[in-house]
């Protein structure tokens, strides 16, 4: 059985991994500004998903996935998520890196239920 609610990888879509490390002094002020960043972008048309992964060291590790170039395009250059990224690499991070990719292939797989 697969799950309605999750998304599945397409080919075509556009995928963002943001790694990043925040300065301590930041985080209060960038976890709110996330949260208006993360509901921006969920409004967005052409957004699939976002979520975001901390390791044991601290780095972070967000992706992002959208539909397609077009919409990652106007996600990108949205004038409240520049903004972000300009108080980011001045206030936030200790270091950041982006890779850009559209997915050339894309699979899933969901373990039915077995208990019915």
């Known amino acids: 059985m697969t799950d309605p609610e ?10 963002t991994v943001f790694r990043n490390r925040l300065r301590e002094a930041a985080r209060e ?6 949260q208006v960043v993360t509901a921006l972008a969920r ?6 998903e976002t979520k975001t ?10 992706i992002v996935t959208f539909a ?13 998520h520049r903004e972000a ?8 991070y200790e270091q950041y890196s982006i890779a850009v990719g559209t997915t050339s292939y894309a699979s899933a797989f969901t373990r039915p239920d077995l208990t019915t």
Do not use: K
């Open 29 to 34: 002020a960038y976890a709110e500004e996330l």
């Open 68 to 80: 397609d170039e077009e919409s990652h395009r106007g996600w990108r250059d949205h004038p409240r």
């Open 85 to 92: 990224m300009r108080h980011g690499a001045a206030d936030y």
């Open 43 to 48: 409004a967005m048309p052409g957004f699939v």
């Open 53 to 62: 992964f901390v390791a044991e060291d601290g780095e972070r590790a967000t």
């Open 6 to 15: 999750r998304p599945r990888p397409r080919e075509g879509q556009v995928v």
